[in-house]
């Protein structure tokens, strides 16, 4: 009688066992597939990852039913997880070609809050015909910096080691903090992608509550290989894996607090040495633009959380954007270096080099920029 006993315990653990290798392959197998789909010949063919927020739910329980990014806010309020209020902060010059697409996405990840500082010129294009229902909601918040932020020296103007930008977030973060959680000093070719681990932002922010702050690695796009714009979102026209590089500069995400210092920023986020600020692993980070917590100051390639940095758009992009126009960031000075070496360190160190794309480059006065006119986006 024991004997029989023994053997039904036994084959019901074989049963078990069996069970569990097969959910296990099958998970894997559905795992697989999405992989595939995200990047299928340097391609994005499902719509669940080409939004990218929260934009690889692949250990989820039910990985056979992708996270929708637009539901973000209704999963948070449903979950244990603290519901956070966030804000975005940026700076922009002739950005309406991009601003709608980015806004977008920040709004589905469950921002709530994007202040955007306007450093156009006092006769140039306005936010406002690109996203003014998102500015009449309040979900966009416009400070009015035309022709206002001029550098008047060198390259960078500064103020107690701040750039421009610097100066603006500072300005942003102790007009807002006292309302939010945690602000986000982003550009607005930066979008902060979460990969994998956390079903949502407000999982991700809340896991790294006890710190000041966090360092988002970039993982740079370059040009896909696309000479001229194209009336398309910048997500759906860059990003592939092909078209991918990694690098360890990072920007900062920094929670809202009343510090015992007074704050002070740059383009990457705040300066202040006292700040714990951490990187996706945990290791306390205190310079202000790299991730140099590895030996070698290689950046990480497996990380849960990136900010991809879409660097360069197609040549046509660049070219207008750092020859013909001034930056939002540095003011009216231009006195970017125009010489072939430049280009080369800049733009082809994140694309390939091709016949097309020089003929396009050479066209410029290397001393002196002039206006270049292309198909797409003549101005």
């Known amino acids: 009688m024991h004997e029989i006993h023994y053997v039904l315990i036994f084959i019901t653990l074989i049963s078990i066992i069996v069970n569990a290798v097969n959910v296990n392959y099958k998970n894997k197998k559905i795992r697989e597939k999405y992989s595939k789909e995200y990047l299928l010949n340097g391609k994005r063919k499902s719509k669940f990852y080409d939004k990218c927020p929260v934009s690889n739910k692949l250990n989820s329980l039910y990985p056979e039913k992708p996270y929708n990014s637009r539901n973000v806010t209704m999963i948070a309020k449903n979950s244990d997880n603290i519901l956070l209020k966030i804000a975005v902060c940026t700076i922009g010059k002739n950005e309406n070609l991009y601003i709608k697409e980015w806004v977008d996405y920040y709004k589905n990840l ?36 035309r022709g206002k932020i001029v550098s008047t020296k060198n390259h960078l103007e500064q ?26 000093f982003f550009d607005i070719d930066e979008f902060l992608c979460i990969d994998f681990k956390y079903n949502n932002i407000f999982e991700f922010l809340n896991d790294y509550n006890d710190y000041d702050g966090i360092k988002i690695q970039w993982r740079m796009y370059g040009d896909n290989g696309k000479l001229h714009y194209e ?84 040549t046509e992009e660049y070219i207008k954007r750092k020859y013909n126009k001034t930056s939002a960031a540095h003011g ?19 694309n390939k080099i091709t016949n ?11 001393k002196k920029p002039k206006i270049l006119k292309y198909q797409g986006i003549n101005k």
Not at 259 to 265: G, N, Q, R, V
């Open 110 to 145: 469950g921002i709530n809050k994007i202040f955007i500082y306007d450093n156009n010129d006092v006769d140039g294009e306005r936010f406002e015909d690109v996203i003014n229902d998102y500015i009449e909601t309040g979900f966009v918040k416009i400070y009015d910096t």
């Open 159 to 184: 103020l107690n080691g701040m750039t421009l930008q610097g100066q603006v977030y500072r300005d942003c973060y102790y007009k807002n903090y006292k309302n939010f959680n945690w602000i986000f």
């Open 231 to 314: 009336n398309k979102p910048v997500i759906e026209r860059f990003k592939n894996k092909k078209n991918m590089n990694f690098r360890n500069v990072v920007k900062t995400i920094l929670k809202c607090k009343t510090y015992d210092f007074d704050l002070l920023f740059n383009a990457h986020g705040p300066l202040n040495k006292e700040l714990f600020i951490v990187n996706l692993i945990r290791k306390r980070i205190s310079h202000f633009y790299l991730d140099n917590s590895t030996s070698n100051n290689k950046p990480y390639k497996n990380l849960p959380v990136y900010l991809d940095h879409f660097y360069s758009k197609s």
């Open 332 to 350: 009216k000075l231009k006195s970017w270096n125009f010489s072939l070496k430049s280009v080369k360190d800049r733009y082809f160190a994140y």
């Open 356 to 366: 097309d794309k020089l003929n396009m480059f050479v066209h410029l006065n290397w």
